[in-house]
């Protein structure tokens, strides 16, 4: 019996050492950024269709998504950033499917949807329980400007174009305080795991 987790949490939240820990004890972990990824990489229908509403300006000089400027557009264009999003959700959602699908017939015990929006992305359906990595939105900002080098205006949009940390929290099972040590974090986790069995 496959057991799926949900892991969220804001950007610059922290998700992916949680991630990254519970691999190291024995999950196997659908990474919702890798395949958003996948779906718009060079040649892929995504892309087609990305560059049929928004240009080729949004391309490199070797024919991928310029993920940055696209990035920058859409965060400040709400309209802009459904029209990306009716695109994309689709064929992420048709490939996390066929993810899961493929880690039960393997038999897999703990597996792990980590997935940024999936509460905007209705894939809590798919989860028998769902964490959340929870810091205060000042400490997201101060992440993201040291982790990616944005202004703190530019890191507040990103911060806020997401679901509030309160929505998120409010909708999971299982609360992870990421705002200490990160071995604190992790004892966190540790302790769901033996409760759960799943170590």
């Not at 691999?23 to 990474?31: F, L, M, V, Y």
């Not at 958003?36 to 892309?47: D, Y």
């Not at 205006?153 to 990103?158: E, G, Y």
């Not at 990421?178 to 302790?191: G, M, R």
């Amino acid at each position: 019996m496959t057991y799926i987790l949900g892991l969220t949490g804001g950007i610059a939240s922290g998700k992916s050492t949680v991630s990254h820990f519970l691999k190291k004890h024995g999950a196997r972990i659908i990474d919702g950024d890798l395949v958003a990824r996948e779906v718009v990489q060079k040649k892929s229908v995504g892309l087609k269709q990305i560059v049929s509403i928004f240009g080729e300006d949004y391309l490199t000089n070797s024919g991928e998504l310029n993920r940055k400027k696209l990035g920058n557009l859409v965060f400040n264009n709400k309209e802009m950033l459904n029209q990306l999003t009716d695109i994309t959700s689709p064929l992420i959602h048709k490939r996390i499917e066929e993810l899961i699908d493929e880690a039960k017939v393997t038999k897999c015990r703990l597996l792990v949807l980590d997935i940024p929006l999936l509460f905007e992305g209705n894939y809590e359906k798919y989860c028998d329980s769902v964490m959340c990595v929870c810091v205060p939105q000042e400490l997201q900002v101060k992440r993201l400007m040291s982790r990616d080098g944005y202004d703190k205006t530019q890191a507040r949009q990103r911060v806020l174009s997401q679901m509030s940390n309160e929505e998120r929290c409010a909708l999971a099972d299982v609360l992870i305080d990421n705002s200490k040590q990160v071995e604190e974090t992790l004892k966190q986790v540790l302790k769901w795991l033996m409760t759960m069995n799943l170590v």
